[in-house]
């Protein structure tokens, strides 16, 4: 069984990281750093904003780690623009057979929407949850994404389409 670690995205400016994507970043490291045996390591995250200057945020996710940690082979999903989307492009990379061991880190506040999206993906990670800021919009967003994921598993694409069509725009 083969131990994959994701790193989900979340936005950044060029190469300078949001603070969220900062400290999944730190947390990959010291994953890493505790000789837990992982076989991949996948930054997710694609260009979805001017800010990025370019740059995805997988990209800028990598880069930071393997200034840590540089013996490191780090495999970059750079399209994604959501968590639905990280979920199915890291499927496609590894492939679809239960042979894997995923460990998937994200924010505290995005727990329940991540282990649901992965869980109607019919794959059953160990969620590494790291600190990150919370207030009523990023609860709101959450709840609509959970929404979004059980319409996404049942077919209904849409209002998951909407959504990167409004609001992840370059």
Same mark, same amino acid.
């Given at each position: 069984?083969?131990?994959? *670690? /994701?790193? =989900?995205? =979340? ?7 949001? +603070? ?8 990959? /490291? ?6 837990? @045996? +992982? ?15 370019? /740059? ?12 840590? /940690?540089t013996n490191i082979e780090i495999e970059e999903e750079n399209e994604s623009l959501t968590t639905i989307d990280n979920c199915e492009k890291v499927i496609q990379m590894v492939g679809k057979d239960d042979d894997f061991d +995923? ?6 506040? =995005?727990? %329940? ?6 869980? *109607?993906?019919?794959? &059953? ?5 790291? @600190?990150? @800021? &919370?207030? %009523? ?15 996404? =598993?049942?077919?209904? &694409?849409? @209002?998951?389409? *909407? +959504? ?7």
């Amino acid at each position: 069984m083969a131990n994959v *670690l /994701i790193i =989900h995205g =979340h936005e950044n400016e060029g190469w300078t990281l949001s +603070f969220d994507a900062e400290a999944r970043c730190r947390k990959a /490291i010291e994953l890493i750093r505790s000789g837990y @045996p +992982f076989d991949r390591v996948i930054c997710t995250g694609g260009l979805f904003s001017k800010k990025q200057q370019g /740059i995805t945020n997988a990209a800028a996710m990598a880069r930071r780690i393997r200034q840590e /940690i540089t013996n490191i082979e780090i495999e970059e999903e750079n399209e994604s623009l959501t968590t639905i989307d990280n979920c199915e492009k890291v499927i496609q990379m590894v492939g679809k057979d239960d042979d894997f061991d +995923f460990v998937v880190i994200s924010s505290d506040y =995005h727990a %329940v929407r991540t282990i649901i999206i992965w869980y *109607l993906a019919g794959k &059953k990670i160990k969620f590494v949850a790291v @600190p990150g @800021p &919370k207030n %009523v919009q990023r609860c709101i967003v959450e709840t609509v994404g959970i929404a979004v994921a059980i319409c996404w =598993h049942f077919g209904f &694409k849409w @209002p998951e389409m *909407l +959504f990167r069509r409004t609001f992840r725009k370059v």
